[in-house]
């Protein structure tokens, strides 16, 4: 609990649902950063020697997708068609 800066006393205080909602949340965005920085082609390189890299990312980019953090349009036909 100490990513979430949460005290022994406030996970005393908190309800199940409260923790558990908090959990998710930080397991959510270590999902979805896990990968920020690197490209596909970063992501193809490292897949090479850990072929468990491509399956990892590929759960990243589920979850964007699920969230709306896709890529931006490039072109005004590309956002009015969202």
Do not use: C, W
């Not at 558990?20 to 999902?31: C, E, M, P, V």
């Not at 979850?63 to 068609?81: D, I, Q, R, V």
């Amino acid at each position: 609990m100490k990513d979430l800066g949460i005290s022994y006393t406030e996970i005393k205080e908190s309800s199940r649902e409260e923790l558990i909602a908090l959990i998710t949340g930080l397991s959510n965005y270590n999902i979805l950063h896990a990968f920020d920085g690197y490209s596909d082609k970063d992501i193809n390189e490292m897949a090479k020697n850990k072929p468990h890299v491509r399956s990892d990312y590929a759960k990243t980019q589920a979850l964007k997708a699920k969230y709306g953090f896709g890529k931006p349009p490039t072109s005004f036909k590309e956002l009015l068609n969202k």
